[in-house]
């Protein structure tokens, strides 16, 4: 034992196992380091590697043979779905990539400094700020929780016994799909599914009918076996940029009817409309739970594209037929992503705000998902004494106010604030010419991130 590290590891109580350098006390994985030493790998940002060995790793790294054949295909651009840094909330239909200096995303712990470094009075004035605009634009959002007869063989669980199968999980599948069924984007007649397909020029018998789908950050594909399972989609896009396994594609591929193409790629570089199966391919976008910007990324991915190209490319039937999106991890937004700068700017919101407001995100989920949250919304805050704090002798500020508050208030403004970022996106959509709504398509029982955004192109539904 002699030989071993001296690093202790507070979880699993004891010292860590591996064998220490001969100099020194501890392991590779634990020996002190210089920060200044070691940099981010430029084919990986993910690790890190010695700077005086980067010349070297960038020849090996596992990752180069895949970015190499990233690179190679012609729908990745880089950053083309990035957005802008800058604060001016201009058109961001010609978004330029992103510069070195805006590369760097905005941690959580640089989120909490900067909103902990904030007097007690601008924390109360933006608290306010924050229940003025909720109470103002957050009024029309319903529950929508759907249970679509097509669905009935995954909820009764009348599919192959190989798929896993976890209850929360499908029922808000199937209730993503409810809602696309309840604006008229899938169709069911008669209790038998309709899906019309396509022509060889891109048209279909039924304006009605959706002849593919591109499900973005679709993981292991399980919404999209649903949606195959249950409506006969034929064309599949799985857009996913990490690898995994026990992944859907093998029952999908089974389908012999089912045309699939998994796109490993991160949406930020995805070039929609240089996906060559895809064009002149009417479509519907879908995803579920999709992690902060990822959100913001995919709808740049399909409007910003869809509305530069209208005019030229509308009789092709190159377009979006409609979406839904499961938001999620709202904590993990970025300005320089976030798809409706100009709304916030509008409401009297700064960069720095934005990011506190995501922060605040967070505090939503802290309480217990297995209880009910349902009257969160009806709540509210009680925070006008805070001012009067500041005064007191050894009061520790706004870290020492958000530490001492309730649970529950904090869960009620991390609510606010999710519902006040997707209420920005829900106008961009608008904005776009889209008929869109954002709804609770789930319980808080089930999943206390239960916003959905829908829409259809009206004209073409």
Same mark, same amino acid.
């Given at each position: 034992?002699?030989?071993r590290?001296s690093f202790w590891l507070?979880?699993?109580?004891r010292?860590?196992?591996?064998?220490?350098?001969?100099?020194?006390?501890f392991?590779?994985n634990h020996n002190? =380091?210089?920060?200044a030493?070691? $940099?981010p790998?430029?084919?990986d940002?993910?690790h890190? $590697?010695?700077s005086?060995?980067?010349e070297?790793?960038m020849?090996?790294c596992? &990752?180069l043979?895949q970015?190499q054949?990233l690179? !190679?295909?012609?729908f990745f651009?880089?950053?083309?779905?990035?957005g802008?840094?800058d604060?001016?909330?201009g058109d961001?239909?010609? /978004?330029?990539?992103?510069?070195?200096?805006s590369l760097e995303?905005t941690t959580?712990?640089?989120k909490?400094? /900067?909103?902990y470094?904030?007097?007690?009075t601008?924390?109360?004035?933006?608290i306010n700020?924050?229940?003025s605009i909720h109470s103002?634009i957050?009024?029309?959002? +319903?529950d929508s929780?759907?249970v679509?007869?097509a669905?009935d063989?995954w909820?009764?669980? #009348?599919?192959?016994?190989k798929?896993?199968f976890q209850?929360k999980h499908? $029922? *808000? *599948?199937?209730?993503?799909?409810?809602?696309?069924?309840?604006?008229?984007?899938?169709?069911t007649?008669?209790g038998?599914v309709v899906?019309?397909?396509?022509?060889s020029?891109? !048209?279909s018998?039924?304006?009605?009918g959706v002849?593919? %789908?591109?499900e973005?950050g679709?993981g292991?594909?399980y919404?999209?076996?649903?949606?195959a399972?249950?409506?006969?989609i034929?064309k599949?896009f799985l857009?996913e =940029?990490?690898s995994?396994?026990?992944?859907?594609?093998?029952?999908? +591929?089974?389908? #012999?009817?089912?045309?699939l193409e998994?796109? +490993?790629i991160?949406?930020e570089?995805?070039?929609?409309?240089a996906?060559?199966?895809?064009?002149?391919?009417?479509?519907l976008a879908i995803?579920?739970?999709?992690c902060g910007p990822?959100t913001d990324? !995919?709808l =740049?991915?399909?409007l /910003?594209?869809q509305?530069?190209?209208?005019?030229?490319?509308q009789?092709s039937?190159?377009?979006? +037929?409609?979406l839904a999106?499961?938001t999620?991890c709202?904590?993990?937004c970025?300005?320089?992503?976030?798809i409706?700068k100009?709304?916030?700017i509008n409401l009297?919101?700064?960069?720095?705000e934005f990011?506190a407001?995501?922060?605040?995100t967070?505090?939503?989920?802290?309480?217990?998902?297995? !209880?009910?949250?349902?009257d969160?919304a009806?709540?509210?805050?009680h925070?006008?004494s805070i001012?009067?704090?500041?005064?007191? #002798?050894d009061?520790?500020? %706004? /870290?020492?106010?958000v530490?001492?508050?309730?649970a529950?208030?904090?869960?009620v403004?991390?609510f606010?604030?999710k519902?006040i970022?997707?209420?920005?996106r829900l106008m961009?959509?608008k904005? *776009?010419? &889209?008929?869109?709504q954002?709804v609770k398509?789930v319980?808080p029982?089930i999943s206390?991130e239960n916003?959905?955004?829908i829409? =259809?192109?009206?004209?073409h539904l």
């Open positions: 034992m002699e030989n590290c507070p979880k699993k109580k010292f860590c196992a591996n064998f220490r350098f001969n100099d020194s006390m392991c590779g002190t =380091r210089s920060d030493e070691w $940099v790998c430029p084919i940002p993910s890190t $590697v010695l005086e060995n980067l070297g790793h020849k090996r596992p &990752l043979k970015a054949s690179s !190679s295909q012609p651009q880089k950053g083309i779905n990035g802008k840094d604060e001016d909330g961001e239909k010609g /978004a330029m990539v992103p510069t070195l200096a995303n959580s712990v640089m909490r400094n /900067a909103v470094s904030m007097s007690v601008e924390f109360s004035k933006l700020k924050i229940q103002s957050c009024n029309d959002i +319903r929780h759907k679509p007869e669905c063989m909820i009764k669980r #009348e599919v192959d016994r798929l896993p209850e499908v $029922v *808000q *599948q199937a209730s993503i799909l409810g809602n696309l069924e309840e604006i008229g984007i899938l169709k007649s008669s038998n899906m019309e397909q396509c022509d020029d891109g !048209s018998g039924d304006d009605n002849p593919a %789908v591109v973005f679709a292991r594909g919404l999209t076996q649903m949606l399972d249950c409506y006969g034929k599949v857009v =940029r990490k995994y396994k026990l992944k859907a594609d093998r029952t999908l +591929r089974q389908k #012999e009817s089912l045309i998994r796109l +490993r991160d949406i570089d995805l070039n929609l409309k996906v060559e199966s895809l064009q002149g391919v009417p479509y995803g579920k739970h999709l990822a990324l !995919s =740049r991915c399909c /910003a594209a509305s530069s190209q209208d005019d030229a490319v009789g039937g190159h377009y979006l +037929r409609g999106i499961a999620c709202h904590h993990l970025q300005w320089k992503h976030y409706n100009k709304y916030f009297g919101i700064t960069k720095e990011h407001i995501t922060w605040f967070s505090w939503a989920v802290d309480a217990d998902h297995g !209880s009910d949250l349902s969160i009806g709540c509210t805050l925070l006008q001012e009067k704090k500041e005064c007191v #002798e009061f520790g500020g %706004v /870290a020492e106010i530490q001492n508050m309730e529950t208030e904090r869960a403004l991390g606010m604030c519902e970022i997707d209420m920005g961009w959509v904005e *776009q010419g &889209l008929e869109s954002l398509y319980p029982t206390p916003h959905l955004l829409a =259809r192109h009206a004209n």
